[in-house]
Structure formats: structure tokens, C-alpha cells
């Protein structure tokens, strides 16, 4: 590829991305799209996500456009009408609405879809070459040499890599030979993941709609998925002494249909449907003030772990790696430069989404009173569509070319 000197990003081999999940994958599809061949380097077996959807804001839409991976998506993505639509815990009275059908693409230039994460990945996968992905490579550590670094991999071998991109999530190896380890504290809330068969779903639920439930000290979220073969339901609730942050611990739908005991029964009927839910403690981590330590930076989940109340997360990681690929291949003699132009881009609008997301706990989780009483009636005159415009308008790639 370019050059040969060091500091310089040198054969088709020195990009190197730890972890094959929605970011590591889109940072390899965008830096394929710019020229610039790399190599992800994920610990499992076989590329796989979990069975669980994820709503795709326009800022992620109309990144994978350019990717490709809404055609690919075509049959699977659903796009909503209505989203969200606030209920009351108690008898399912609509709080507010907002029409998303017309409005969304008017204002944004595309719309707001749901999809099976497995889809998601499938679509970006796609964009990848095949053999730019090596399977059964956990990264134990990363040490920095000068200008490049090195990775090492649990089965023995080694990589020396002239960048290296940092993607493998919330428990981050890369993050932790880098920067000191960001202490994990207790946030007192977990998430429980579920997914019902359409043909056992309430017909409230199969709607185009994503749907917030709201009463004290949980909530409760649903929307179709997978062509709307599938009903994606994720709900908070107090964690009591559950710790567990990882996508493969699963409860009971017991265990689901006690947190929600006295709420409108409707949704006792959507949540017996459930196949075995997956539970996910939501650990607290304070923003980093930095990613990037000369050849190696931070993408995604190991650089902004958010709470989920926004729905950013997976779209921040896919607004990352198109930045990224922006500024290697604007940069190519100069990389350690360009992941700090990167992290400059970047960091800001990650840490105001972190922070805008931790506040949304407490609004959605009042007890009834005085102060639900307020935040009901300002739900019903809000336009979240409208007051959202900072995250659905933006481009992370003209962002990008705006400041070169
Ligand atoms: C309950 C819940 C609901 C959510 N809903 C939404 C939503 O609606 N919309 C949205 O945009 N976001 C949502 N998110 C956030 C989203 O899931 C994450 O932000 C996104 O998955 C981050 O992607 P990532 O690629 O950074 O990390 P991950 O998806 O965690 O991928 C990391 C990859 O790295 C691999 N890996 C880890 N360690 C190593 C290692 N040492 N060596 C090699 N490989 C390694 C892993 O196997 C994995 O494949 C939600 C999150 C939760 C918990």
C-alpha cells in the first residue's frame, strides 16, 4: 500500500482491529471504503451477536447507506412509524407520540429503523473482505513500541501493527494497556433482553412502534425486528446485588414477569411470549479524557460505554469508525496524528451522549407524584424528534471534511 518509513501506515497488514463486533466490523468496512486494508482480530469462534435488536437513528442510517448495508438490510430492518411512544405503567395510557413515518425523513433525509443486531452485523459484515477477519485471536495485551505496537493473542502468536483500533468493548483489553482502568461503580439498575415469536405477540406490540412504559423504578421497551417476524423487548428494573455485565447471562421470564407484577396486564401477556431473557447489569463508568496513546486508540464501546437510554450506542461506534477511516486516509504518513484528530472529532458529542443518557434514568423511573405529575405533562408537549436534531443530523463524515 503507501510508504515504507516508519510512522507510517505501510503494507495491507498493519491496521489492526481487536474485536469483531458492529464497530470493530465498521471500521474495517470504512477503511476498506477509503483504501486502506485491515485486519479484526475477534476472540470468538465465529463472527455471532446476540439475539437482541437495536433502533438505527438517522445518524447511523445514512452511514450505512454509504456502506451498503441498509440494501442488504431491506427485508430485515423495519422502519417505524411511531416512536416514542410513552405509556403509562399502570393502564397503558399514552403519555405522547411522535409520527416518525413522514417526519423522520423530512428532517433528517432518512428514517428511523430497528434490527436484529445479528442482521446489523451480517449487513456490515458484508462490506468486510472476507479475509480481513481472523476468528479465535483474544488479545491478552498491547505494548507500544516507538511508532507501532504489539499486540498478543492467548493462543501464542503475535501481531506488530502500525495502528491499532481498539474495539473490543465495554470490558476493553486495549483500554486497559493504555489507560489506567476506569473504575466500574454500581448504578443500581440492569436490563433485561428478550425476544417474543411475532405469532406470540399482543397485536400492541407487532405495530411499527417503539414503545416506552414507564413507572417507578423501571421501564420497559418493545418493537419489531427481523422483518417483523420478532418483537425485541429490553426493560430496566433494579438490579438489587446482580453485577453481571455480559451479553451471555440470561434470567428467568419469572424473573422478568415479577419486576412488572401490577403493571397493566397486557404486558404480562407480551412477556410470557419471551424465549430465555438475557440480563445485563448496567455498570457506571465516568468519560475517559483521552483514547488515543500514539499508534493505538479507542472505538466504541471501549472508548464511551453508554447507558442504553438514547439508543446511541452501537450508532456512536459506526459514527467513530467512519471518522476514523476519514482521518487515517487523510493522514496516511502521520497516523499517531490522525487518531488524535480523530479522538479531538469525536470525543465531545460521545461524552454529552454518555451524560444525557445517565440522566435519563431518573426522569424515566419517578414513583407517582408530584414530579411524575410535571414530567407527564411536559412528555405530552415535547418533540423528542426535534430536540434530538444535534444527534439525527449529524454526519461523521462531513463533520470530518468540514474541519480539514
Ligand atoms: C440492553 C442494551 C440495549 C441497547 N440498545 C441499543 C440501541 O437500541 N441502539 C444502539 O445504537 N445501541 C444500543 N445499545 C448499545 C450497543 O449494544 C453497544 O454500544 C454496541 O454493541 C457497541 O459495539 P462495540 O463494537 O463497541 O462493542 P461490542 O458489541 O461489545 O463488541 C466487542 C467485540 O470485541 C470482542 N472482544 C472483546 N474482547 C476481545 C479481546 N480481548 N480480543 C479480541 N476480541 C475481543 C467481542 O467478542 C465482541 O465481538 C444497547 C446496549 C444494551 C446493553
Not at 468486510?128 to 485471536?137: I, N, R, S, T
Not at 499517531?336 to 458529542?349: D, K, P
Request: overall charge negative.
Amino acid at each position: 500500500m503507501v510508504g515504507s518509513s516508519a510512522g507510517t501506515l505501510r503494507v495491507a497488514s498493519r491496521i489492526a482491529i481487536v474485536g469483531g463486533g458492529i464497530g470493530g466490523l465498521a471500521a474495517a468496512a470504512f477503511l476498506h471504503r477509503a483504501g486502506l486494508p485491515s485486519v479484526v482480530y475477534e476472540q470468538t469462534p465465529q463472527l455471532r451477536e446476540v439475539g437482541a435488536g437495536l433502533v438505527l437513528a438517522p445518524n447511523a442510517v445514512r452511514l450505512l447507506r454509504r456502506l451498503g448495508a441498509m440494501d442488504r438490510l431491506r427485508d430485515r430492518a423495519v422502519p417505524l412509524d411511531v416512536g416514542w411512544e410513552f405509556r403509562r405503567w399502570a393502564d397503558g395510557r399514552v403519555l405522547s407520540a411522535e409520527n416518525l413515518a413522514g417526519s423522520c425523513e423530512r428532517l433528517y433525509g432518512e428514517r428511523t429503523y430497528t434490527v436484529h443486531r445479528a442482521d446489523l452485523a451480517h449487513a456490515i459484515g458484508a462490506a468486510v473482505p472476507p479475509d480481513a477477519v481472523q476468528l479465535g485471536k483474544r488479545c491478552t495485551s498491547v505494548t507500544v513500541r516507538g511508532d507501532t505496537a504489539e499486540l498478543a493473542f492467548a493462543d501464542g502468536t503475535s501481531a506488530e501493527a502500525d495502528v491499532v483500533i481498539g474495539a473490543d468493548g465495554v470490558h476493553s483489553t486495549v483500554r486497559g494497556a493504555m489507560i489506567e482502568p476506569a473504575t466500574a461503580t454500581y448504578s443500581g439498575i440492569c436490563a433485561f433482553r428478550a425476544l417474543v415469536p411475532a405469532d406470540r405477540a399482543p397485536g400492541f406490540a407487532r405495530r411499527r412502534a417503539q414503545t416506552l412504559w414507564i413507572g417507578p423504578g423501571h421501564h420497559l421497551v418493545h418493537y419489531p425486528i427481523s422483518g417483523e417476524t420478532a418483537v425485541n423487548l429490553v426493560a430496566f428494573a433494579p438490579a438489587g446485588d446482580y453485577t453481571v455485565e455480559s451479553w451471555s447471562a440470561t434470567a428467568t421470564v419469572e424473573e422478568f414477569l415479577a419486576e412488572f407484577a401490577g403493571w397493566d396486564p397486557r404486558l404480562q401477556e407480551l412477556i410470557k411470549g419471551a424465549g430465555t431473557p438475557g440480563r445485563w447489569a448496567l455498570l457506571d463508568r465516568a468519560p475517559l479524557g483521552r483514547w488515543s496513546h500514539g499508534p493505538v486508540t479507542l472505538l466504541g464501546d471501549a472508548a464511551h460505554p453508554m447507558f442504553p437510554f438514547f439508543a446511541q450506542g452501537a450508532a456512536q461506534s459506526i459514527e467513530d469508525a467512519a471518522a476514523l477511516a476519514r482521518c487515517l486516509a487523510q493522514d496516511t504518513h502521520a497516523p499517531a496524528r490522525a487518531l488524535q484528530r480523530y479522538e479531538s472529532l469525536r470525543i465531545g458529542r460521545t461524552t454529552r451522549l454518555q451524560e444525557v443518557s445517565h440522566a435519563r434514568a431518573h426522569v424515566n423511573h419517578l414513583p407517582d407524584g408530584p414530579e411524575q405529575e410535571a414530567r407527564d405533562a411536559s412528555l405530552a408537549g415535547a418533540d423528542p424528534l426535534v430536540a434530538s436534531g444535534w444527534i439525527y443530523a449529524y454526519d461523521a463524515e462531513a463533520e470530518e471534511t468540514a474541519r480539514v
